[in-house]
Nanobody, 125 residues
Framework: QVQLVESGGGLVQAGGSLRLSCAAS????????LAWFRQAPGKEREFVAA????????YYADSVKGRFTISRDNAKTTVYLQMNNLKPEDTAVYYC??????????????????WGQGTQVTVSS
């Protein structure tokens, strides 16, 4: 069983920064992809960024490329999402997700096996 616990959300003004954390536990993550998704009210859950645990390759949605950075700490089995130059349209609940044993990095939320509880990010204008 895998557990994912997010933290770090909050209220920030446009142009500000936040760092989200996702603490993962339960098994070896060497063959995992860890990803961040977000869901705004009335909208579908959308892909934000992903990282392959083995090798550290990263992937981003076009809307956040150049502003957000995903990274991992192997020793702490934690994934981070550093969010800079935040915009009001970044307001959403952010979720951490894990995909087991896949060589493909999916951007479809339906492909992921485990989810955290979510953390709210609100960006004021």
């Amino acid at each position: 069983q895998v557990q994912l616990v997010e933290s770090g959300g909050g209220l920030v003004q446009a142009g500000g920064s936040l760092r989200l954390s996702c603490a993962a536990s339960g098994r070896s993550f060497s063959s995992y992809t860890l990803a961040w998704f977000r869901q705004a009210p009335g909208k579908e859950r959308e892909f934000v960024a992903a990282i392959r645990w083995s090798g550290g390759s990263t992937y981003y949605a076009d809307s956040v490329k150049g502003r957000f950075t995903i990274s991992r700490d192997n020793a702490k089995t934690t994934v981070y999402l550093q969010m800079n130059n935040l915009k009001p349209e970044d307001t959403a609940v952010y979720y951490c997700a894990a995909k087991i044993n896949s060589v493909v990095v999916y951007r479809d939320y339906g492909r992921y096996d485990y989810w955290g509880q979510g953390t709210q990010v609100t960006v004021s204008s």
